[in-house]
């Protein structure tokens, strides 16, 4: 079974082209424009083993918000349109990463009810072009889109490149174990019979 799903979507702030296979190995290229969210997606792609082509086209001279909330937008539909009914899959996953100094986790329920929770005292500024302050709008637009409850905490950390980079490593980590098939599961694992609504 390949869970893959394509998706584009134009608006006037940001043109997106998306396509992601869940069964992968990391394989793709990720150009939005914005150096530093290209190297957090190449992350998620990395220990996601999630096969990631990301192309967009944003309205850069106004700054980074809408590419990074909008590219958010674009991976979570996806997502969702890749995990179908959901059945099979192992629906949650956690982890917790260190990067130096910094340390983050992430747990993840595939529920169907979007909900992010997101604990972090960021250092203000900007790197690569990436405001630190979208890192909870990324992951925001992405848990609302996935449809899922997303719970991300960067628990140390003084560097905020580590401190990011640990929150998306964490992230692709819980998504990898929550999206997962498990070959003990004959059906959708919830008492509602459902995990799309």
């Known amino acids: 079974m390949m869970r893959t799903a394509k998706i584009d979507r134009r608006t006037a702030e940001t043109d997106v082209r ?7 190995a990391g394989d793709g290229t990720r150009e939005t424009g914005i150096g530093f969210l290209d ?3 190449d992350l998620l792609a990395r220990h996601g083993r999630i096969d990631l082509d990301v192309t967009v086209s944003g309205d850069l001279q106004t700054g980074a918000h809408h590419t990074a ?15 179908g009914e959901r059945e099979g899959i192992v629906r949650y996953g956690w982890a917790t990463i ?20 997101f604990e972090a005292e960021l250092p203000p500024g900007s790197t690569g072009g990436f ?30 490149h580590h401190m990011i980079e640990a929150t998306f490593k964490a992230f692709a980590r819980a998504l990898r174990a929550a999206a997962a098939i498990d070959p003990t599961e004959t059906g959708i694992p919830s008492t509602k019979g459902t995990l799309t609504a």
């Open 18 to 24: 998306l396509t992601l296979g869940l069964e992968g």
């Open 98 to 117: 260190p990067m130096d100094e910094a340390r983050a986790s992430c747990a993840i329920d595939i529920s169907g009810r979007p909900f992010t929770l």
């Open 69 to 83: 909330e909008d590219t958010a937008i674009v991976l979570g539909q996806a997502l969702d349109a890749a995990l």
């Open 39 to 41: 190297h957090m997606l």
């Open 131 to 160: 405001e630190h302050e979208l890192t909870e709008e990324f992951f925001r637009a992405f848990a609302n889109a996935a449809k899922l409850t997303l719970h991300v905490r960067v628990e140390t950390g003084t560097n905020a």
